[in-house]
């Protein structure tokens, strides 16, 4: 999985998957473009990613906004000389916990309009530049809630069972044309976002994080770093005949995870 002269996008840049994956691919000779709303963050996940020897460029954007997303499409093209090889569509955001009756319409609109809209807005504006240019990559941030039912998380499971669906609609649309489109499904990742929701759900970081970690057969939670290997594979020339994929990263939580609360 050799990314020598390659270039890629991904959005929530800043955050810990989307920091993992930028900083793979770069050790493996990619170019990267980190996007997100973390101003702070994207400069010392850039700063580390140079540190290391890798190239990296960031810029802010708004995912859910049209016109900001115009704009970090318009910087790739700027940076990479009109190319775009990969485009890790990741930026995403949690919402409350809240029994569905209970669930504030504002935040629901806010999830939304990050983890749905955000993707389907990064897919129509970065697909032209893969289209003319006969090649690339595509790979949508989904979580195992994108394939079952998680009690207090209506809005997140709406979206991200939706980008699923765009996935595989994309991947139908696009395959003629030499652009693969895949999603990961993240499961119990040790990242900030899971330790807001277990610190939420339990009160406590470390006794939630411990829970969670006993619904995978594999008796742990995950780290960035499996997601970003599985992230690279579906980018490299390793998945060549690989599209409209949904490749959970869970430890094989959804093997034998119920609905139940």
């Known amino acids: ?62 995912v859910s906004d049209e016109q900001s997303v115009r704009d970090y499409v318009d910087r790739a093209r700027e940076l990479f000389d009109g190319r775009i090889d990969v485009l890790f569509n990741n930026a995403g955001i949690e919402g409350p916990v809240a029994d569905l009756v209970d669930y504030p319409t504002a935040d629901f609109d806010a999830v939304i309009a990050v983890n749905l809209r955000g993707v389907f807005l990064g897919l129509k504006h970065v697909l032209p530049v893969m ?38 609609a994309a991947a139908a649309e696009l395959g003629s044309v030499g652009v693969r489109v895949n999603a990961v499904l ?20 470390e006794a939630g994080l411990a829970t969670v970690a006993q619904t995978a057969p594999l008796g742990r939670n995950g780290r960035p770093t ?13 998945s060549s005949y690989v599209t409209g994929a949904a490749f959970p990263v869970d430890g094989g939580g959804l093997a034998v995870m119920t609905n139940g609360r």
Request: overall charge negative; charged content about 15%.
């Open 1 to 62: 999985m050799d990314f020598t002269d390659r270039t890629a996008v991904i959005t929530g840049g800043a955050g810990g998957i989307g920091r993992a994956t930028a900083t793979l691919l770069a050790s493996r000779g990619a170019e990267v473009l980190l996007v997100d709303r973390d101003e702070a963050g994207l400069t010392d996940a850039a700063e580390a990613i140079a540190a290391a020897g890798g190239t990296a460029h960031t810029t802010t954007a708004d």
């Open 131 to 168: 289209i003319a240019q006969g090649s690339g990559s595509v790979v949508n941030t989904g979580s195992v809630a994108s394939v079952r039912g998680l009690a207090g998380a209506i809005s997140y499971n709406a979206a991200k069972s939706a980008v699923l669906g765009m996935t595989r």
């Open 186 to 205: 993240p499961g119990m990742i040790d990242t900030r976002m899971l330790r807001n929701l277990v610190t939420l759900i339990a009160g406590d970081v």
């Open 226 to 238: 499996d997601v970003a290997e599985t992230v690279a594979f579906l980018a490299s020339d390793a």
